[in-house]
């Protein structure tokens, strides 16, 4: 299956394909202070966890043709999160989303991603519309979010906490 998700290469980092292998790392990203703060469950999730979403990921590819890759820095060889589209059958919609561990922040990846995945959505996988989630208080995200062009929609109640929905169109 891996080798039909295709590598994207950008400056700071590279979106490879998420492999089973890489679920103590990610394991590891989703333990640091605050990571799921501004997440329905802020509790971390158990390594087995982990491997099923990584599992659940590579079938999303399967299926819908994009998905979440693994985040690997330029010159490491270790994910320190993910970036990607995910289908979300509650709002039939496709959102753009990240996470990568806190001492990467600041850099640029998340960004570089977020654009990465969205172009991808658009010309690859010729969707119409991604929107993305967050939560009001997480100011960084909504900063990558913005330097995506995506714009501000309304805010809606999902998963039991208010989530912001911005939207980007294909044209």
């Not at 890759?69 to 059958?89: F, H, K, S």
């Not at 109640?157 to 939207?167: E, F, K, Q």
Request: charged share 25%; proline share 6%; glycine share 8%.
């Amino acid at each position: 299956m891996n080798e039909q998700i295709p590598t994207l290469t950008l400056e700071n980092c590279s979106l490879v394909p998420l492999r089973v292998e890489d679920a103590s790392a990610l394991h590891r990203v989703y333990q640091g202070e605050d990571m799921l703060k501004y997440f329905p469950d802020r509790n971390p999730p158990p390594l087995e966890r982990v491997e099923r979403f990584i599992v659940s990921q590579q079938k999303h590819w399967e299926q819908r043709g994009y998905g979440n890759w693994g985040l690997l820095p330029a010159g490491e060889n270790q994910i320190i999160g993910w970036a990607g589209l995910q289908y979300l059958p509650e709002l039939a919609e496709t959102e753009v989303g990240f996470l990568l561990d806190r001492s990467f922040w600041g850099r640029g990846i998340a960004t570089q991603a977020a654009r990465a995945a969205l172009r991808f959505g658009f010309e690859t996988c010729n969707l119409p519309r991604i929107i993305a989630l967050v939560h009001p208080d997480n100011l960084a995200s909504r900063r990558v979010i913005g330097k995506c062009g995506m714009a501000y929609e309304e805010t809606i109640h999902l998963w039991g906490i208010d989530l912001m929905r911005h939207c980007l169109d294909r044209t």
